[in-house]
């Protein structure tokens, strides 16, 4: 009895690791997000049971995780391989820590097959460098969902040597500029705002931490806050990027 948390990657299948693709070939049932990139999807063996276990309307975070703890459950004590596919690595902001110990908990055991984050792999693939000598020597990496919540302490984020990438951030944009230029942080600094990162769709937009609420983008999008933003498409990039700039207006 095992169940395989693997992680999907951000979007192009290119992406996926080589142990997460044996797997999607090789399983029963594959229990996905929402926001798993169809191609990757087509890659699952076709005679695989899929199961989208994307947010109800109405649901509860925690009713609709307990729900799914329940399903991952079942499935893995029913036998055969067992794959539960989330974005990105299936151990950042996926949650999959609290499946680990719901598994476990009932006695199954987990594999856990690293992707590349969003949060690394999207500007990376821009050619976006989060760290770059003489810009910025260290990367933090957090929620927006709940910045007004006080989970986290932004007025700690302040450091202009730090880049910020923050994921599920774009309907607290408000927020979180209120929160880092309270703390000290510039409002001229540079930020970028990747929408829909390495899928056909993606679009990257180019602002400033003063005017990060004044544009005009939609979710699933990672923000990237430093200087290191101001970086468009080197030569790592991998694809045009559709560039939107926008006036830096404080
Ligand atoms: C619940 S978190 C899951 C993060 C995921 N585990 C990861 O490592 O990328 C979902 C957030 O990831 C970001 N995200 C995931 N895929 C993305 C993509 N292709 N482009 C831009 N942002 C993405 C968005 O900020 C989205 O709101």
């Given at each position: 009895?095992?169940?395989?948390?693997?992680?999907?990657?951000?979007?192009?299948?290119?992406?996926?690791?080589?142990?997460?693709?044996?797997?999607?070939?090789?399983?029963?049932?594959?229990?996905?997000?929402?926001?798993?990139?169809?191609?990757?999807?087509?890659?699952?063996?076709?005679?695989?049971?899929?199961?989208?276990?994307?947010?109800?309307?109405?649901?509860?975070?925690?009713?609709?995780?307990?729900?799914?703890?329940?399903?991952?459950?079942?499935?893995?004590?029913?036998?055969?391989?067992?794959?539960?596919?989330?974005?990105?690595?299936?151990?950042?902001?996926?949650?999959?820590?609290?499946?680990?110990?719901?598994?476990?908990?009932?006695?199954?055991?987990?594999?856990?097959?690293?992707?590349?984050?969003?949060?690394?792999?999207?500007?990376?693939?821009l050619?976006?460098?989060?760290?770059?000598?003489?810009?910025?020597?260290?990367?933090?990496?957090?929620?927006?969902?709940?910045?007004?919540?006080?989970?986290?302490?932004?007025?700690?984020?302040?450091?202009?040597?730090?880049?910020?990438?923050?994921?599920?951030?774009?309907?607290?944009?408000?927020?979180?500029?209120?929160?880092?230029?309270?703390?000290?942080?510039?409002?001229?600094?540079?930020?970028a705002?990747i929408?829909?990162?390495?899928?056909?769709?993606?679009r990257i937009v180019h602002?400033?931490?003063?005017?990060?609420?004044?544009?005009?983008?939609?979710?699933?999008?990672?923000?990237?806050?430093?200087?290191?933003?101001?970086?468009?498409?080197?030569?790592?990039?991998?694809?045009?990027l559709?560039t939107?700039?926008?006036?830096?207006?404080?």
């Amino acid at each position: 009895m095992s169940v395989h948390l693997v992680g999907a990657g951000p979007g192009d299948p290119g992406l996926l690791t080589r142990r997460g693709a044996e797997l999607l070939e090789l399983a029963d049932v594959v229990i996905h997000d929402r926001l798993v990139d169809p191609r990757v999807l087509a890659l699952v063996n076709p005679r695989a049971e899929l199961v989208d276990v994307g947010k109800r309307p109405g649901a509860t975070p925690s009713s609709a995780q307990a729900d799914l703890h329940e399903l991952l459950v079942t499935y893995g004590l029913r036998g055969g391989v067992v794959v539960r596919l989330q974005g990105g690595d299936p151990l950042l902001f996926g949650r999959g820590g609290e499946e680990l110990d719901a598994l476990f908990a009932a006695g199954i055991e987990a594999e856990v097959v690293p992707g590349v984050s969003s949060a690394l792999g999207v500007p990376a693939s821009l050619g976006m460098p989060l760290t770059h000598r003489g810009l910025a020597s260290a990367v933090t990496i957090v929620s927006g969902h709940d910045v007004d919540a006080g989970s986290v302490d932004w007025s700690k984020l302040s450091d202009d040597h730090v880049t910020l990438v923050v994921l599920m951030g774009v309907a607290q944009r408000r927020a979180i500029r209120l929160a880092l230029v309270g703390a000290g942080r510039s409002p001229v600094t540079p930020c970028a705002v990747i929408e829909r990162g390495t899928t056909p769709s993606q679009r990257i937009v180019h602002t400033t931490l003063g005017a990060l609420d004044r544009v005009d983008v939609d979710p699933p999008a990672v923000l990237v806050i430093g200087e290191v933003a101001r970086a468009r498409g080197g030569i790592g990039a991998t694809r045009p990027l559709t560039t939107r700039p926008v006036a830096a207006a404080i």
